[in-house]
């Protein structure tokens, strides 16, 4: 997953969900923030930004925010870019399937359906932005819509679909993940039920640059 013209600049502000005041050459640009969740924890006033030019003309905002730096990591916090680059290693870890963007089962949409011959394979894809001490954690904020997918995910198990969801952290150096039980107890729960249930769960984190993000290793799990 790359993008084209990219620039660092420093992030000043968040008046809301979609836009942030970033300093850019010593000017102030608003830009589009390619992530409605909080991210309290990384934008941060002064935290080094990576922003990447907009194709479209016609918007107001130049610039999408797409990445942090916390400390020495650069964390890639671009909603869009887990599923962008899903598939590379969805064809690494299931050789041979053909593989279809977003496929409707019961009243869920999955990121991804894959099927070879009798195999028939739904995988729904999480980025992970959030890391304390080395421990990548999923959900920053509570998630109705993520318990929602994991019991449609284990319907789905329950008519012969093999189903998997598949945390993507969107940097490198993590040592683990685990669900975030403090911010989200039920989605942790719900996770745990999932998996005893029959639904698989996948782990990898994501080698970052300021110009791409490419899936790296498997990460140990601990639920």
């Not at 660092?8 to 300093?23: S, Y």
């Not at 975030?180 to 970052?208: H, K, S």
Request: proline content about 6%; some cysteine; charged content about 25%.
């Amino acid at each position: 997953m790359r993008y084209g013209s990219v620039r660092e600049g420093r992030f000043l502000a968040r008046p809301n969900r979609f836009i942030a005041r970033v300093e850019l050459c010593g000017a102030v640009e608003t830009v589009h923030v390619k992530n409605t969740g909080r991210c309290r924890e990384l934008l941060v006033p002064g935290a080094r930004v990576i922003l990447a030019a907009a194709d479209d003309p016609r918007r107001k905002t130049r610039y999408d925010l797409v990445a942090v730096w916390k400390g020495e990591t650069l964390i890639n916090m671009d909603s869009q870019a887990p599923n962008t680059a899903a598939p590379e290693l969805l064809r690494r870890l299931f050789p041979g399937c053909a593989i279809f963007p977003e496929r409707t089962f019961g009243s869920s949409r999955f990121d991804f359906y894959l099927e070879q011959g009798t195999r028939k394979i739904f995988v729904e894809v999480k980025g992970v932005t959030l890391e304390r001490e080395g421990l990548a954690l999923f959900p920053d904020a509570p998630t109705e819509r993520g318990r929602k997918h994991l019991a449609e995910l284990v319907r789905a198990v329950e008519q012969g679909y093999e189903a998997w969801v598949l945390f993507l952290i969107q940097m490198e150096g993590c040592a683990a993940f685990a669900p975030n039980e403090e911010t989200d107890p039920a989605f942790a729960a719900a996770l745990r039920a999932a998996r005893g249930a029959g639904m698989g769960i996948l782990c990898y984190d994501c080698a970052v640059t300021p110009e791409s993000m490419t899936p790296r290793e498997s990460i140990k799990i601990l639920l």
